[in-house]
């Protein structure tokens, strides 16, 4: 099977804009994950989705969302961007009934 | 091999040893682990998992162990090679589907 997929690989913003991220999970997964890590920070839990619906939901402020759609692609978007927002997101997939989550390769995000 | 007693950031293990990586986790009510392997520029890469009601599980020269009185887990690698040069992140899992990670720990080996 094809491990998770995250679109772009690399992205440079400047502060203030907003950003759209992709994910598409590994093949019959329902469930997707995103987090974000920094070297500051580590790997911190922004949020989940199952069958479209956010099932949970990290420490982050609300201009961090996302969404799933009905093939469980997921999209995560942040708008206004800060400096403090430049990291590496990446996305988890996991069957949905279990805990254990694949994760893609990520998207590096630099805010200028 | 060489093993840690307290999580350190940092191990250097010579090829060949065997490396054991511990993770202190704080909430009693983990009931899932499991630990990764992120190279540089990648994604973290699953390693293995282990359930609380298991205290030991096997894979392909890795063990986990759990100790839930101490609130403890450790992953030993076997016949430590190159290849096994990464950071290695331990994380838990409560009563939803999120993961809370640990520091990480930079394994570094020594040919």
Same mark, same amino acid.
């Given at each position: 099977?094809?491990?998770?997929?995250?679109?772009?690989?690399?992205?440079?913003?400047?502060?203030?804009?907003?950003?759209?991220?992709?994910?598409?999970?590994?093949?019959?997964?329902?469930?997707?994950?995103?987090?974000?890590?920094?070297?500051?920070?580590?790997?911190?839990?922004?949020?989940?989705?199952?069958?479209?619906?956010?099932? #949970?939901?990290? #420490?982050?402020?609300?201009?961090?969302?996302?969404?799933?759609?009905? #093939?469980?692609?997921?999209?995560?978007?942040?708008?206004?961007?800060?400096?403090?927002?430049?990291?590496?997101?990446?996305?988890?997939?996991?069957?949905?009934?279990?805990?254990?989550?694949?994760?893609?390769?990520?998207?590096?995000?630099?805010?200028? | 091999?060489?093993?840690?007693?307290?999580?350190?950031?940092?191990?250097?293990?010579?090829?060949?040893?065997?490396?054991?990586?511990?993770?202190?986790?704080?909430?009693?009510?983990?009931?899932?682990?499991?630990?990764?392997?992120?190279? =540089?520029?990648?994604?973290?890469?699953?390693?293995?998992?282990?359930?609380?009601?298991?205290?030991?599980?096997?894979?392909?020269?890795?063990?986990?162990?759990?100790?839930?009185?101490?609130?403890?887990?450790?992953?030993?690698?076997?016949?430590?090679?190159?290849?096994? =040069?990464?950071?290695?992140?331990?994380?838990?899992?409560?009563?939803?589907?999120?993961?809370?990670?640990?520091?990480?720990?930079?394994?570094?080996?020594?040919?």
């Amino acid at each position: 099977k094809a491990g998770v997929t995250q679109t772009p690989r690399y992205l440079i913003k400047t502060r203030g804009q907003q950003v759209t991220l992709s994910c598409s999970p590994i093949s019959g997964h329902r469930s997707v994950s995103w987090y974000q890590q920094t070297p500051g920070q580590g790997l911190q839990f922004l949020f989940e989705y199952f069958s479209e619906t956010q099932r #949970n939901k990290g #420490n982050f402020p609300g201009r961090f969302s996302g969404r799933q759609f009905s #093939n469980s692609r997921s999209e995560m978007n942040v708008s206004t961007l800060e400096l403090g927002d430049s990291a590496l997101y990446l996305c988890a997939s996991g069957p949905g009934g279990q805990k254990t989550q694949y994760f893609g390769p990520g998207t590096r995000l630099l805010v200028l | 091999g060489e093993s840690v007693g307290l999580h350190l950031p940092t191990l250097s293990v010579q090829e060949g040893d065997n490396s054991i990586i511990n993770c202190a986790y704080s909430n009693s009510a983990s009931d899932y682990f499991i630990w990764y392997k992120q190279e =540089s520029g990648k994604g973290p890469q699953f390693i293995i998992d282990i359930r609380s009601n298991m205290d030991k599980r096997q894979g392909q020269r890795v063990t986990v162990l759990l100790n839930k009185t101490v609130k403890h887990l450790s992953l030993q690698i076997a016949a430590t090679q190159p290849g096994d =040069s990464a950071v290695y992140f331990c994380a838990e899992s409560a009563n939803d589907y999120k993961l809370s990670f640990g520091a990480g720990t930079t394994v570094t080996v020594r040919a």
